[in-house]
């Protein structure tokens, strides 16, 4: 679900990306995604919505076979910056076959 800047990402691993925004309040120099409020380049930016995105991640999580997944939490801006951050996670560590929380 998604695109590679949000939504849910499976490279074929057992890990899953979760990108749940693209939000950043930062203006870091060294930024490969040109995020944050002095970009040049960003049109929008995302905000999922928390169902459809751990809808999504059991999804996944179940045609994977629900062992030994890692959901990583990471943005093309700042994770910390999701509004209902602290509910992803609980949401995560109730999907079974997900064994690791991680973020970036």
Known sequence: MGCIAFGVIDRGTNLLQIRPTTLCPLNC???STDA?????TRLAEYVVALEPLLEWVDRVVEYKGRRGIE???DT???PATYPRLIELIQGLREIEGVETISMQ
Do not use: D
């Open 36 to 40: 944050g409020p002095k970009s040049r």
């Open 29 to 31: 120099i060294f930024c």
């Open 71 to 73: 959901a990583h939490i």
């Open 76 to 78: 093309v801006g700042e």
